[in-house]
């Protein structure tokens, strides 16, 4: 395999995919923050001083997956259609799970965007929630599905040590 975003010359590049097709695409991110129970419970009750915490954190991912090509510096600018953001509690782990699905219609796909958005909300979580909690751990940020283009379909296997893919699947 060769690197993409790095020409002959070893020099930095943007890929070109002005020949590449239109095609649905769509990706899904996932990630954690780890806090004392506590924390979780003043999040889970709307009790933080800064506000809604899950609502906060949301719009923060959905702006971040907008500006990916601006913090990421090769990334192409997409005319993303959908990115959702969303989050469920794990008590036992004393966790917050985030999901983010970024979809476009495009050349290229939208991992990054996805990846950024979980990015975003968990770092939102930890700005929101730091003056309780400043030991909370952001983890496990991670592509779990992606669909579209030429190399079709890509799924995180369950244990998250394996992946497959299902080449032009759609």
């Known amino acids: 395999m060769k690197l993409t975003h790095i020409d002959k010359e070893g020099k930095a590049t943007m890929v070109d995919v002005s020949e590449k097709p239109l095609t649905a695409r769509e990706a899904v991110a996932a990630g954690s923050v780890s806090m004392k129970k ?4 003043l999040i889970s009750g709307n009790r933080i001083a800064k506000g809604n915490v899950f609502e906060t954190a ?13 913090l990421i510096p090769l990334c192409h600018q997409l005319n993303l259609t959908s990115v959702s953001v969303d989050f469920r509690i794990d008590k036992k782990k004393n966790a917050i799970l985030i999901k983010a ?13 996805a990846l ?27 592509l779990m599905e992606k669909r579209g283009g030429k190399s079709g379909v890509w799924k995180r296997v369950k244990d998250g040590t394996k992946a497959q893919r299902d080449k032009g699947t759609k």
């Open 38 to 41: 506590e924390t979780l419970r």
């Open 116 to 142: 950024t958005a979980v990015s975003a909300a968990a770092l939102t979580i930890y700005d929101m929630c730091k003056a309780v909690d400043k030991g909370m751990i952001i983890s496990d940020v991670m």
């Open 58 to 70: 949301r719009l923060a991912g959905i702006m971040a997956a907008k500006k990916t090509p601006e």
């Open 101 to 113: 699905v970024a979809r476009c219609t495009g050349q290229t796909g939208v991992e990054m965007e």
